[in-house]
């Protein structure tokens, strides 16, 4: 049985009648795959899970990362939530297994949309700083032992990973002040081009060729390199500055999320 077939028979078994569909999501099994990519799937259900339910998933997707592979992940949520908040599977998700809810998937007002957007946007970068109050006005995040301006998360195997969720901002602002959908992130450097301009543009084409492509995510060894990733997440720094700025978005405007 392939990877795919064994995901889905243990969420269906865990899950019983609150199951309702599988989606594999992301680059894994397409082009633009690279090695150690994630295996993402939106694991729709009925309900909101919680408590006891959730956390028997989550076990289920543990023994499946220590029988199949470490790279598996699932991201459950509810058929309620989908309709409004689904655009990126609506476009991108292939069906695993179960009921196809695609042609459920709306699009919501644009209003709605860049709300939820920004909101989703500042999540992420809560989560890259760890949950530090950001101010776009003196953001800065040094990092005095290497100099990567704070941005790798040391603990993880992929350090660099988090740096893709500022690719949320630009979506944000695509989404806010052009009225561009994003449903791609690989979309993201090529549409930022056509309806904002090149300022930051060298930073978006070196998430996905340097710290995606050459280096996969992980700290290199060889220190030009080395070199390279930390001048990438210098114009980071900046890009997050800008980006935050545009969007109107600071700390205490986060902290009311």
Request: net charge negative.
């Amino acid at each position: 049985m392939s990877v795919h077939g064994t995901v889905l028979n243990a969420v269906q078994d865990c899950l019983g009648a609150e199951f309702m569909s599988l989606y594999l999501v992301g680059s894994h099994g397409t082009p633009q795959e690279i090695a150690g990519s994630d295996i993402d799937y939106i694991l729709v259900t009925k309900s909101d899970l919680q408590g006891e339910r959730l956390n028997g998933l989550m076990r289920v997707r543990d023994e499946l990362r220590a029988r199949l592979d470490p790279e598996i992940d699932f991201l459950p949520r509810s058929i309620d939530r989908l309709v409004t908040r689904g655009l990126g599977l609506k476009r991108e998700g292939r069906l695993v297994g179960g009921e196809d809810i695609r042609d459920q998937i709306k699009t919501p007002p644009k209003e709605e949309r860049d709300e939820w957007l920004t909101s989703v946007a500042m999540k992420f970068v809560m989560e890259l700083h760890h949950a530090d109050a950001i101010s776009s006005h003196d953001l800065t995040y040094p990092d005095q032992a290497d100099h990567y301006f704070g941005y790798p998360d040391y603990a993880s195997p992929k350090p660099f990973a988090c740096l893709m969720s500022l690719g949320f901002l630009a979506t944000a602002w695509l989404s806010k002040h052009h009225d561009v959908i994003v449903t791609d992130k690989h979309q993201i450097a090529d549409l930022y081009d056509v309806h904002i301009g090149s300022e930051r543009l060298p930073f978006l084409r070196d998430l996905f060729t340097t710290i995606r492509g050459e280096l996969g995510y992980r700290l290199p060894a060889s220190e030009i390199l080395r070199e390279r990733a930390r001048n990438v997440c210098q114009s980071a720094l900046h890009f997050e500055k800008q980006m935050l700025k545009r969007l109107q978005v600071n700390s205490s405007a986060a902290a009311g999320r």
